[in-house]
T-cell receptor
Framework: KAGVTQTPRYLIKTRGQQVTLSCSPI?????VSWYQQTPGQGLQFLFE???????NKGNFPGRFSGRQFSNSRSEMNVSTLELGDSALYLC????????????FGQGTRLTVV | QQQVKQSPQSLIVQKGGISIINCAYE??????FPWYQQFPGKGPALLIA?????SEKKEGRFTISFNKSAKQFSLHIMDSQPGDSATYFC?????????????FGTGTRLLVSP
């Protein structure tokens, strides 16, 4: 069974640009959550999508957005990039929406210069 | 305010020894407590998880101990091996907690010396 696939693995962007990250969940999983990991703030929840609907949202500015497609694949978009957005962005997939095992992808390492 | 407090920040254990990582939580509505293992350059991997209706869960060399009254849970790694050297995160989740999805601890960097 294939795991969670995130693309691309690495990205370098310039301040002010926008970026789109992609996540393909485990087959059959309908929930996709996104997390930001930084050395200073640790792992922080961004948002969750379940059956194409945003279920939960963390405490991040509106520059961070996402969506989920009918095949459960999800994309995350960050507009007007700031230096502080440099981080490892992780996607986790789970079968249900709450209190179920979440499996993470390898992440996308975003560097903003 | 940190909802899941994890300690220690780093830990060095001799090969064959027991590694113990502790976590404490604030919100009694949390009802799912997983532990994740993360190697450099990789995403966190689910190691073991527990729900508050049991006090202990064991999977191979990994054991979670859960103390509901103290709002604490811990990970014990028996017979620690150099391959266990990684960063470990505890987490908590619950419905109607005011938190969305997993709330993570700050992580423990474990080094198992040969």
């Amino acid at each position: 069974k294939a795991g969670v696939t995130q693309t691309p693995r690495y990205l370098i962007k310039t301040r002010g640009q926008q970026v789109t990250l992609s996540c393909s969940p485990i087959s059959g999983h309908r929930s996709v959550s996104w997390y930001q990991q930084t050395p200073g703030q640790g792992l922080q929840f961004l948002f969750e999508y379940f059956s194409e609907t945003q279920r939960n949202k963390g405490n991040f500015p509106g520059r961070f957005s996402g969506r989920q497609f009918s095949n459960s694949r999800s994309e995350m978009n960050v507009s007007t990039l700031e230096l502080g957005d440099s981080a490892l962005y992780l996607c986790a997939s789970s079968f249900g929406s709450s209190n179920t095992e979440a499996f993470f992808g390898q992440g996308t390492r975003l560097t903003v210069v | 305010q940190q909802q899941v407090k994890q300690s220690p920040q780093s830990l060095i254990v001799q090969k064959g020894g027991i590694s113990i990582i502790n976590c404490a939580y604030e919100n009694t509505a949390f009802d799912y407590f997983p532990w994740y293992q993360q190697f450099p350059g990789k995403g966190p991997a689910l190691l073991i998880a527990i729900r508050p209706d049991v006090s202990e869960k064991k999977e191979g060399r990994f054991t979670i101990s859960f103390n509901k009254s103290a709002k604490q849970f811990s990970l014990h790694i028996m017979d620690s091996q150099p391959g266990d050297s990684a960063t470990y995160f505890c987490a908590a989740e619950g419905k109607n907690t005011g938190f969305q999805k997993l709330v993570f601890g700050t992580g423990t960097r474990l080094l198992v010396s040969p």
